[in-house]
Antibody, heavy 116, light 106 residues
């Protein structure tokens, strides 16, 4: 069964760092386009980062230079390193696969709260 | 950035009737558009990609149409489980979502 399970969220002070993890099962993480999509409380959806099968990465302007997406094929894991966190980064962070342009398999998400 | 605008913000429809949701792109995105359904406390579910292709397991009562800048998601004969929040998303230039349409029971 294809499954994504996120972890690593929590309460963090502004300016702090956090690393999110996404455990992948049912397929190999490096065989799919992978992404992190966030949803602020009561708000819409924002794709913050994408990791393509060739290793290329891309980021939303709102997180460029602060967030880094990566994967570990040996562990079948996807990661999001988040530095210099701001209050506006507060959201549920989902990992998701990308198929034909759409985000087709989603994890349930992990909550990140940036607050002093 | 390609801005996606959905209308209406809220749509009230009776069960068994048809619902039509709209999505407009700020520039042409060809057919690079997807639709999602989201229920409270759940992750979004992919319904449609390529503007009109249903994702695996999506019932035939969900249909998508449009190209360029104007798109429509049609739900024929609404079921109780269809009342939810719906998002459109373009993937022609990065990946951006509309603000959502809430489909509620009339």
């Amino acid at each position: 069964e294809v499954q994504l399970v996120e972890s690593g969220g929590g309460l963090i002070q502004p300016g702090g760092s956090l690393r999110l993890s996404c455990a992948v099962s049912g397929f190999t993480v490096s065989d799919n386009f992978m992404s992190w999509v966030r949803q602020a409380p009561g708000k819409g959806l924002e794709c913050v980062s994408v990791l393509y099968t060739d290793g290329t990465t891309n980021y939303a302007d709102s997180v460029k230079g602060r967030f880094t997406i990566s994967r570990d094929k040996s562990k079948n894991m996807l990661y999001l390193q988040m530095n210099s966190l701001r209050a506006e980064d507060t959201a549920v962070y989902h990992c998701a696969t990308i198929w034909s342009g759409g985000f087709d398999v989603w994890g349930q998400g992990t909550m990140v709260t940036v607050s002093s | 950035e390609t801005v996606m605008t959905q209308s209406p913000a809220t749509l009230s429809v009776s069960p068994g009737e048809r619902a039509t949701l709209s999505c407009r792109a700020s520039q042409s995105i060809s057919s690079n558009l997807a639709w999602y359904q989201q229920k409270p406390g759940q992750a979004p579910r992919l319904l449609i990609y390529g503007a009109s292709t249903r994702a695996t397991g999506i019932p035939a009562r969900f249909s998508g149409s449009g190209s360029g800048t104007e798109f429509t998601l049609t739900l024929s004969s609404l079921q109780s489980e269809d009342f939810a929040l719906y998002y459109c998303q373009q993937y022609n230039n990065w990946y951006t979502f509309g603000q959502g349409t809430k489909l509620e029971i009339k």
